[in-house]
Antibody, heavy 119, light 109 residues
Framework: QVQLQESGPGLVKPSETLSLTCAVSGYSISSGNYWAWIRQPPGKGLEWIATIFHSGSTYFNPSLKSRVTISVDTSNNLLSLKVTSVTAADTAVYYC????????????WGQGSLVTVSS | DIQMTQSPSTLSASVGDRVTITCRASQSISSYLAWYQQKPGKAPRLLIYKASSLESGVPSRFSGSGSGTEFTLTISSLQPDDFATYYCQHYSSYSPMYTFGQGTKLEIK
């Protein structure tokens, strides 16, 4: 069973860069699968941010593409997310998730990491 | 861009009721539709994929149907554990890109 754990600062100032890391255990990122970030503003719905394949192929939500970087560190089995020029609208719980290739669905999720954008 | 619209936004029902949630796509998405359940403070859980395929371990009282632009999630007999928020999700058939509906909150009547 894949396990994921997000980590990162809980508070980011406006205009700065939000950086999150997701530690993956129980499965080697380099073995395959897609990996994704999804976010959820407080009291609101889910928004897919980006997906990366273990080989490095990336896919982005068009509304966020210009500000988002997703990457994998196969040596340390880590998934990362960076969002630049953040505003209050980026305040959300950020989830990392594993995507099962045969269903293209989110099979395993982290517990979520709340990031607040405020000065 | 394809938009996903769920109805209703909130649904009040009682244990034992049969409930249906609808999800409409702004254009045809074939059967590339999934349903997730989310409880407060928890990550979402996959229930249905490919419009009607039940994810392993999901109770059989959950079912999905539809194709093209209109889809439904049906819970045949509500259990106390089913009160949660439900999201539909469109996914691309050829790349891992996703659009969620706005959610339907299922409340106890």
């Amino acid at each position: 069973q894949v396990q994921l754990q997000e980590s990162g600062p809980g508070l980011v100032k406006p205009s700065e860069t939000l950086s999150l890391t997701c530690a993956v255990s129980g499965y080697s990122i380099s073995s395959g699968n897609y990996w994704a970030w999804i976010r959820q503003p407080p009291g609101k719905g889910l928004e897919w941010i980006a997906t990366i394949f273990h080989s490095g192929s990336t896919y982005f939500n068009p509304s966020l593409k210009s500000r988002v970087t997703i990457s994998v560190d196969t040596s340390n089995n880590l998934l990362s997310l960076k969002v630049t020029s953040v505003t209050a609208a980026d305040t959300a719980v950020y989830y990392c998730a594993a995507i099962v290739v045969h269903t293209l669905q989110f099979d395993s999720w982290g517990q979520g990491s709340l990031v607040t954008v405020s000065s | 861009d394809i938009q996903m619209t769920q109805s209703p936004s909130t649904l009040s029902a009682s244990v034992g009721d049969r409930v249906t949630i609808t999800c409409r796509a702004s254009q045809s998405i074939s059967s590339y539709l999934a349903w997730y359940q989310q409880k407060p403070g928890k990550a979402p859980r996959l229930l249905i994929y490919k419009a009607s395929s039940l994810e392993s371990g999901v109770p059989s009282r959950f079912s999905g149907s539809g194709s093209g632009t209109e889809f439904t999630l049906t819970i045949s007999s509500l259990q106390p554990d089913d009160f949660a928020t439900y999201y539909c999700q469109h996914y691309s058939s050829y790349s891992p890109m996703y659009t969620f509906g706005q959610g339907t909150k299922l409340e106890i009547k």
